[in-house]
């Protein structure tokens, strides 16, 4: 509709143009005409009068001159008065109600005498116009007076508003019959069709109920259109309903590749009609109000990734924090919106959380006392008890958001993410036993003595083994896992299960090694390369790039320090090498990563003054958020790719890069404390804190040859691709509902 307002708004301007032209046109020739009969009548007028009144001027007959003026004064409709003046320009006589104004003014009868001739011309009084036009009066061929006739011009100017009034309404009339006619046009002859032939192509696109199908007919100017849809259409719903049993039968085929389609048969067919309710601090979809309006925006998250085509498949629920500015308005009364936006499948509940509740969950116990705890990354845990009471509340909160939406749902399958929940698996399953609850801990789990400074580790490992199921990224951190859980609460633990029972209940302890989608219908025609120097000003033979959250867990410091001592070991590298560094700010409300920020900016400036030259900077820190569309480009323009986290469950980085180079070029730096250096094999493995190490593979990656490029990239592209972000979801799932 609003293509159709600025189409009908154009034209509507395109045709006042064109009517003003027309319009002025006409007044330009109105105006010319009136003004002409005026003159010639006023002239006439002046000739006639001449005669009457020269005898009584020449004779001094200064009463019969008055009568005589004021009987022809009266004879004109348009006729103010007349007036005679003598030789020396004075007023002589003047008729009966002639303004002062008028009268006094002598440039016209002084001019006409000078002349010999008659002259006229309009003047304006009291902001009436008046046309005053004198003629001479002679004796013996000499110029012994002047006859000065005044008429009203006034008329001409109401005369030219008319016209435009007129046309103006007429134009107002026209443009409002034409836009009523164009919207009917638009809408039964345009809009209509198109709508449909869009609801074809949506219901080919997204998949129809058996029996229905998604074809559409139009005897209008769209048939040709219509007609290539309904074949597309069809073909689409053939091909659809080929792959969804070419999925079916590759379920138990243990070397086909998973794909989202595939989880979406796998969950199907294992799960029949059951309900999937996923619980995660950060929400699938954001709401955000810019000036165009509410928009849906996808949050970064290999997360998402993985459960969305879970819960797409069985129209479950997905209950996170409502974080957007515009969340609240997109909710309904029950705080529901059914998403992704363009084509609902499954409902996310939001819950709120106020600034105390966000500030000691989130940012306080959250982020300040279980990340660093698990990380290991030399920052030390602050524990307030006024954070832990804000955690045990908000986990409360969403244990009976959650308890509300599963009351009358049967055997529920509840997948609770990560270290926000710790609480959330214990509250479920006391209420609700006979669900399947899921824990996965998407950050490391460290060692039983670093664990064991926290106040409240066993409230939190009885919450946590409340789950059925516990999911970490490697065997290691279900080691820790279980070390600490023997050492800090009484349990029966079955090592060759990986197994802990507690008060009857038991929960399982397994790695999945989370992943990423492997996409190969990505173009590799967008390369990045041609728009660097445009954007990030960066004109070097080689590219190092670098893509992390501002987090201290993620290594940008030791990382930057590596740059720096590769670049006083290998100075040929100098101008001919720069690192661009991805690095949105992330959670500004805690201390720690606001000092981060600030150290890392201050780093990278030191560093680019040490070493820029004419130009060139080693270091280009870039602190904004990208997407995947805007990433994978910057990946395949890079010829080395940094990962040097101190601490990392798993971090997706390293495999996105992976991923995206479908010409199996570049090379991949990875730190040996990250979770996918157990799955990356290839890259070139360092420790990130020694400088040295971190400097020795980067120049080893920008000298490596071709050929072994490809080695090692051709062997991480296949360990993603033989283990995705599908099947890491699917093999959760077996595990939880023991179908594995």
Same mark, same amino acid.
């Given at each position: 509709m609003k293509q159709f307002l600025i189409l009908i708004g154009t034209v509507a301007v395109v045709v006042g143009l064109v009517v003003s032209g027309f319009t002025l046109r006409q007044v330009h020739q109105q105006q010319a005409s009136m003004t002409d009969d005026l003159q010639r009548r006023t002239a006439l007028l002046a000739d006639s009068f001449k005669e009457a009144v020269r005898q009584p001027y020449l004779a001094n007959a200064t009463s019969t001159l008055q009568n005589t003026l004021n009987k022809f004064a009266g004879r004109e409709r348009f006729l103010l008065g007349l007036a005679v003046y003598d030789s020396n320009g004075e007023l002589y006589a003047a008729s009966a109600g002639l303004p002062q104004d008028l009268v006094s003014d002598l440039k016209i009868p002084g001019k006409a005498?000078?002349?010999? #001739?008659?002259? &006229?011309?309009?003047?304006?009084?009291?902001?009436?116009?008046?046309?005053?036009?004198?003629?001479?009066?002679?004796?013996?061929?000499?110029?012994?007076?002047?006859?000065? @006739?005044?008429?009203?011009?006034?008329?001409?100017?109401?005369?030219?508003?008319?016209?435009?009034?007129?046309?103006?309404?007429?134009?107002?009339?026209?443009?409002? #019959?034409?836009?009523? $006619?164009?919207?009917?046009?638009?809408? %039964?002859?345009?809009?209509?069709?198109?709508?449909?032939?869009?609801?074809?192509?949506?219901?080919?696109?997204?998949?129809?109920?058996?029996?229905?199908? $998604?074809?559409?007919?139009?005897?209008?100017?769209?048939?040709?259109?219509?007609?290539?849809?309904?074949?597309?259409?069809?073909?689409?719903?053939?091909a659809r309903t080929a792959a969804s049993e070419e999925a079916r039968l590759r379920l138990e085929k243990l070397d086909?590749? %998973?794909?989202?389609e595939r989880l979406k048969e796998f969950f199907k067919a294992y799960f029949k009609d059951r309900k999937i309710f996923v619980v995660s601090n950060r929400e699938p979809y954001i709401h955000q109000e810019n000036k165009n309006g509410i928009h849906a925006v996808v949050p970064p998250s290999g997360m998402v990734t993985a459960l969305e085509p879970i819960i797409e498949s069985c129209g479950g629920l997905w209950l996170a924090h409502g974080s957007g500015n515009a969340d609240r308005q997109a909710v309904d009364s029950d705080d529901k919106v059914r998403v992704p936006p363009d084509d609902p499948k499954y409902t996310l509940k939001r819950i709120w959380l106020s600034e105390k509740e966000i500030k000691g969950h989130y940012a306080g116990f959250s982020n300040e006392a279980l990340w660093p705890l698990c990380h290991l990354a030399h920052t030390r845990p602050i524990f307030r008890k006024?954070?832990?009471?804000?955690? +045990?509340? @908000?986990?409360?909160?969403?244990?009976?958001?959650?308890?509300?939406?599963?009351?009358?749902?049967?055997?529920?399958?509840?997948?609770?993410?990560?270290?926000?929940? $710790?609480?959330?698996?214990?509250?479920?399953?006391?209420?609700?036993?006979d669900a399947d609850v899921g824990l996965f801990w998407h950050i490391p789990w460290p060692n039983a003595e670093s664990f064991s400074i926290c106040p409240w580790r066993k409230e939190i490992l009885d919450g946590m083994l409340g789950a059925d199921l516990v999911g970490f990224h490697t065997q290691q951190y279900c080691n820790n896992f279980l070390e600490t859980v023997g050492k800090e609460i009484e349990s029966l633990a079955d090592l060759e299960r990986f197994a802990i029972t507690r008060n009857g209940h038991s929960a399982y302890i397994?790695?999945?090694?989370?992943?990423?989608?492997?996409?190969?219908? +990505?173009?590799?025609?967008?390369?990045?390369?041609? $728009? #660097?120097?445009?954007?990030?000003?960066?004109?070097?033979?080689? #590219?190092?790039?670098?893509?992390?959250?501002?987090?201290?867990?993620? &290594?940008?410091?030791?990382?930057?320090?590596?740059?720096?001592?590769?670049?006083?070991?290998?100075?040929?590298?100098?101008?001919?090498?720069t690192f661009l560094q991805i690095a949105p700010p992330s959670r500004e409300a805690v201390a720690k990563y606001r000092q981060f920020n600030a150290e890392v900016t201050a780093e990278a400036e030191r560093i680019n003054r040490k070493f820029e030259t004419d130009g060139w900077k080693p270091v280009v820190l870039v602190k904004e958020q990208f997407s995947h569309e805007e990433i994978y480009p910057l990946y395949r323009a890079a010829d080395v790719c940094l990962v040097t986290s101190l601490s990392d469950g798993m971090n997706l980085v390293a495999k996105e890069f992976a991923v995206a180079r479908r010409d199996e070029a570049g090379v991949l730096v990875l730190s040996q404390f990250t979770g996918a250096s157990r799955d990356l094999k290839d890259a070139l493995i360092v420790n990130p804190y020694s400088a040295e190490e971190t400097a020795e593979a980067l120049h080893k990656a920008l000298t490596m040859p071709e050929f072994e490029q490809h080695r090692r990239m051709k062997k991480m592209r296949e360990a993603v691709k033989n283990y995705n972000i599908y099947r890491w979801a699917a093999e959760f799932l077996k595990a939880l509902t023991s179908l594995g």
């Open positions: 005498m000078d002349s010999d #001739l008659g002259f &006229g011309d309009f003047i304006s009084v009291n902001k009436n116009k008046v046309y005053v036009y004198a003629t001479p009066l002679r004796q013996d061929k000499n110029a012994v007076g002047a006859v000065v @006739v005044y008429q009203r011009a006034d008329y001409i100017n109401s005369a030219i508003r008319d016209i435009w009034q007129a046309n103006l309404m007429r134009m107002l009339v026209q443009g409002l #019959l034409f836009s009523l $006619a164009a919207v009917l046009i638009l809408r %039964w002859i345009i809009y209509q069709p198109v709508m449909r032939m869009a609801e074809a192509i949506r219901q080919a696109r997204t998949g129809l109920p058996a029996g229905e199908s $998604a074809v559409y007919t139009s005897h209008g100017f769209f048939k040709p259109i219509a007609a290539e849809i309904s074949k597309m259409s069809q073909s689409l719903i053939l086909s590749p %998973w794909t989202a006024e954070d832990w009471a804000e955690y +045990r509340k @908000v986990n409360g909160k969403f244990a009976r958001a959650l308890l509300a939406e599963i009351k009358n749902v049967q055997r529920p399958i509840v997948l609770i993410q990560d270290y926000h929940f $710790a609480l959330l698996p214990a509250m479920i399953k006391k209420s609700r036993p397994k790695p999945f090694p989370i992943s990423v989608a492997f996409d190969n219908s +990505r173009s590799d025609n967008d390369s990045a390369k041609p $728009a #660097l120097p445009e954007r990030f000003g960066i004109k070097t033979k080689y #590219l190092g790039i670098g893509v992390d959250r501002l987090d201290y867990t993620k &290594g940008i410091l030791e990382r930057l320090r590596g740059i720096e001592f590769f670049f006083d070991m290998h100075p040929a590298y100098r101008r001919e090498f």
